[in-house]
């Protein structure tokens, strides 16, 4: 009887440690599937984002608009993203530019992806007409034309170094303008892009038989050592990557030249886009 009795409870106690370690393993293995769940809605929200666009939302007065789909605006600060300035935008989505009229105080929304910028969302805080001073844009620049030589002017480069374009003959130059506090990926930053994909292209052939130069047309700001900074920042410059800047005036003398409109006021830089190609010769 009592080996009976034993054996029973030697029994039952085994099934107890049975039944404890089926709930261990389940209990744990739930842990895992809801751990495993929860990892997986992690990452499905991180891919959804890949896409996404960044917002960036400040006020404004219209200067001019431009149907169907363009506005310049002379806007506040976006925080954290861009200083106030002037600059023509592209308008999408639900923004429409047959609502806005030169004189319009807003207030904007701006969407940013990948290398592409444009206005989502506008409203209209009060409508004035635009004082005529504000309208007005900088003469327009007499570009050399195409075949003809390109007067001589000396800059100074992110490693404060002299440089003349007339120690370049004989070299193929390239030759655009950016200022290094412009954030639109579709402006100054594209120029930088584009500048580094000839340069990784053609490496082989940097400053020995092709040179680029980035001109500065913001050179309050835009010292020598920023420019290293921001030449830096955008995995730019190296051996023939020229970031150019020197006084007010000689700037400007340089960017008539090839055509570039910018004017600056009360800190707000507005300017048009340009690339430009200087043959061994000096000839545009």
Same mark, same amino acid.
């Not at 499905?44 to 605006?73: N, R």
């Not at 007339?166 to 200022?179: E, M, N, P, R």
């Not at 052939?205 to 920023?226: A, G, Y």
């Not at 730019?236 to 006084?247: E, M, S, V």
């Given at each position: 009887?009592?080996?009976?009795?034993?054996?029973?409870?030697?029994?039952?106690?085994?099934?107890?440690?049975?039944?404890?370690?089926?709930?261990?393993?389940?209990?744990?293995?739930?842990?895992?599937?809801?751990?495993?769940?929860?990892?997986?809605?992690?990452? *499905?929200?991180?891919?959804?984002?890949?896409?996404?666009?960044?917002?960036?939302?400040?006020?404004?007065?219209?200067?001019?608009?431009?149907?169907?789909?363009?506005?310049?605006?002379?806007?506040?600060?976006?925080?954290?993203?861009?200083?106030?300035?002037?600059?023509?935008?592209?308008?999408?989505?639900?923004?429409?530019?047959?609502? *806005?009229?030169?004189?319009?105080?807003?207030?904007?929304?701006?969407?940013?992806?990948?290398?592409?910028?444009?206005?989502?969302?506008?409203?209209?805080?009060?409508?004035?007409?635009?004082?005529?001073?504000?309208?007005?844009?900088?003469?327009?620049?007499?570009?050399?034309?195409?075949?003809?030589?390109?007067?001589?002017?000396?800059?100074?480069?992110?490693?404060?170094?002299?440089?003349? *374009?007339?120690?370049?003959?004989?070299?193929?130059?390239?030759?655009?303008?950016?200022?290094?506090?412009?954030?639109?990926?579709?402006?100054?930053?594209?120029?930088?892009?584009?500048?580094?994909?000839?340069?990784?292209?053609?490496?082989?052939?940097?400053?020995?038989?092709?040179?680029?130069?980035?001109?500065?047309?913001?050179?309050?700001?835009?010292?020598?050592?920023? *420019?290293?900074?921001?030449?830096?920042?955008?995995?730019?410059?190296?051996?023939?990557?020229?970031?150019?800047?020197?006084?007010?005036?000689?700037?400007?003398?340089?960017?008539?030249?090839?055509?570039?409109?910018?004017?600056?006021?009360?800190?707000?830089?507005?300017?048009?886009?340009?690339?430009?190609?200087?043959?061994?010769?000096?000839?545009?």
């Amino acid at each position: 009887m009592n080996t009976f009795c034993h054996e029973d409870t030697k029994a039952r106690n085994h099934e107890t440690t049975k039944v404890r370690f089926v709930q261990s393993v389940f209990s744990r293995f739930g842990v895992f599937v809801v751990s495993c769940f929860r990892v997986f809605v992690v990452m *499905l929200m991180a891919v959804a984002c890949v896409g996404c666009a960044h917002h960036y939302t400040t006020t404004g007065l219209v200067l001019k608009v431009d149907p169907p789909a363009s506005v310049t605006i002379s806007h506040d600060a976006f925080p954290g993203f861009m200083d106030a300035m002037v600059m023509p935008f592209d308008v999408k989505g639900d923004a429409r530019t047959e609502k *806005l009229t030169a004189g319009d105080r807003v207030r904007f929304r701006l969407a940013v992806k990948g290398e592409r910028s444009w206005v989502d969302k506008v409203d209209v805080i009060s409508a004035a007409p635009v004082d005529a001073g504000l309208q007005q844009t900088p003469a327009v620049p007499v570009l050399v034309p195409v075949g003809s030589p390109l007067p001589d002017f000396e800059l100074t480069d992110q490693a404060n170094r002299r440089l003349a *374009l007339s120690s370049l003959k004989g070299k193929v130059v390239a030759v655009t303008f950016v200022y290094t506090r412009c954030p639109l990926p579709d402006y100054c930053p594209r120029m930088v892009t584009n500048f580094r994909a000839i340069r990784d292209r053609f490496a082989a052939r940097m400053d020995r038989d092709l040179v680029l130069l980035t001109i500065s047309f913001d050179p309050k700001f835009d010292t020598p050592e920023t *420019l290293a900074r921001y030449a830096a920042s955008q995995r730019a410059g190296g051996p023939g990557w020229h970031f150019l800047t020197g006084d007010p005036a000689n700037i400007e003398r340089v960017c008539n030249a090839f055509g570039i409109q910018y004017w600056a006021e009360e800190g707000m830089i507005t300017h048009s886009l340009q690339t430009a190609v200087i043959d061994r010769d000096g000839r545009l």
